[in-house]
């Protein structure tokens, strides 16, 4: 983690090294996810920076993600609103059999 600035305030944005260490991956990979837009960041000159609230929120998001994944796994029918975002999911269907 980031030193804390001397007045005792948290500083409100990250490098991505800074990023890296506290998700415990590559710079390279948070440079990734911010090329992908799935990690919202601001360019600083010639540096990106991802703000610490932005980074809070990723993170819940990807607790939730795993939640519903886990959910998702754990579940017999794929049709639950829930982990099909709102949507009732039809049965799939089998194909007719070809007639000759």
Known sequence: MPPVPPDGDVAR????????EILAITVAEV???V???ELPAIRVGSAWRVER???EAFIEGQYEEARRMSLWQESAYAD???LS???ILPPTQKPAPESE
């Open 31 to 33: 440079a990734e996810l």
């Open 53 to 55: 609230v932005v980074l």
């Open 80 to 82: 639950i609103p829930e």
């Open 13 to 20: 944005f990250l490098s991505l090294a800074d990023t890296a």
């Open 85 to 87: 975002e709102g949507r």
């Open 35 to 37: 090329r992908t837009g």
